[in-house]
């Protein structure tokens, strides 16, 4: 799944985890999967990461956290295709 943090210049590490509340839980934590891949996007104008999530397509449009330094960062679950998902820049 693809995943934009609410804060587009925020890169998100790799190999964070990603949990549902909006509180730093206590250990051990239950996670609902982490983040495989983050960069930053030119086309996009943003930064985006690549996940692992439970319930993958079922999430989109979810909110989910994931706690980096103490805090938890929001992110929204997407599609993994951000940039031209019609394909109509690849078919012309």
């Known amino acids: 799944m ?9 890169l998100l590490p790799e190999g964070a985890h990603l949990v549902a509340g909006a509180e730093l839980p206590e250990p051990p934590v239950p996670t609902l999967g982490h983040v495989t891949s983050s960069y930053r ?6 930064t985006f990461a690549l996940a ?3 319930g993958g397509q079922g999430r989109a449009g ?3 956290y994931a706690p980096v330094g ?11 295709v951000l940039y031209d ?8």
């Open 41 to 46: 996007s030119a086309a996009l104008g943003r």
């Open 52 to 54: 692992l999530v439970s």
């Open 62 to 64: 979810e909110r989910l």
């Open 2 to 10: 693809g995943l934009l943090p609410e804060d587009p210049g925020f």
């Open 70 to 80: 103490g805090v938890l960062v929001p992110v929204t679950v997407t599609s993994h």
């Open 85 to 92: 998902p019609e394909g109509a820049r690849r078919d012309g």
